[in-house]
């Protein structure tokens, strides 16, 4: 079964911290994984997105991982903000034109 | 940067009325639109995915004839929830999917639905 499984379940950092977020799929064939940000009460908003053959992209303080033969990608946020308090969800799409395939997201929480 | 606009953004609605939800995009054209539903806390679920001048294609599980979708033109597509009860409250997402360039998806900024 294609799934997309994240980690940690929620996060609370202080304001100015680092933060990592974890992502492990099994979506197979597999055509591109994206990290996307949601607010409270707002759409997903995307950050980034990689395909096969990218090991790392940045958008900003935010920068992805793609490890392709393990399966796993990470979400990187440096110096951190309170307006980083979000939902990050991670997506991956199985081939090309396919669905996107949905992480329970990572509900972070950035304290002053 | 493309843009999918969707309209209401929150509506309150009494049981057993229908209610219309719109999505467009707005600066692209759009032969796919999918529709999803987010309960607090989880996920979003796909439940329909709306292709432009045909039926749609419903997720299992997803009732067609209690939630309507018409997808009339390249920037439009619509959901209706029919006869919407308490248990149909939750978070209405669309997305886009812009036509000249087949993986690119854009969400819009949801529809709060309430029903009494």
């Known amino acids: 079964k294609n799934q997309v499984e994240q980690s940690p379940q929620s996060l609370i950092i202080l304001e100015g911290k680092n933060c990592t977020l974890q992502?492990?799929?099994?979506?197979?064939?597999?055509?591109?994984l994206r990290w996307y940000k949601q607010d409270t009460g707002r759409g997903p908003v995307s950050l980034t997105i990689m395909t096969f053959s990218e090991n790392t992209k940045s958008n900003g303080r935010y920068t992805a991982t793609l490890d392709a033969d393990t399966k796993q990608s990470s979400l990187h946020i440096t110096a951190s903000q309170l307006s980083d308090s979000a939902s990050y969800i991670c997506v991956v799409r199985g081939n090309q034109g396919g669905k996107l395939i949905f992480g329970q997201g990572t509900e972070l929480s950035v304290k002053p | 940067g493309a843009v999918v606009s969707q309209h209401p953004s929150w509506v309150i609605c009494k049981s057993g009325t229908s209610v219309k939800i719109e999505c467009r995009s707005l600066?692209?054209?759009?032969?796919?639109m999918f529709w999803y539903r987010q309960f607090p806390k989880q996920s979003l679920m796909l439940m329909a995915t709306s292709n432009e001048g045909s039926k749609a294609t419903y997720e299992q599980g997803v009732e067609k004839d209690k939630f309507l979708i018409n997808h009339a033109s390249l920037t439009l597509s619509t959901l209706t929830v029919t006869s919407a009860h308490p248990e149909d409250s939750s978070f209405y997402i669309c997305?886009?999917?812009?036509?000249?360039?087949?993986?690119?998806?854009?969400f819009g900024p949801g529809t709060r639905l309430t029903v009494l």
């Open positions: 600066d692209f054209q759009a032969t796919t």
């Open positions: 992502c492990n799929y099994t979506v197979s064939p597999f055509s591109n």
């Open positions: 997305s886009a999917r812009d036509s000249g360039r087949t993986d690119t998806q854009y």
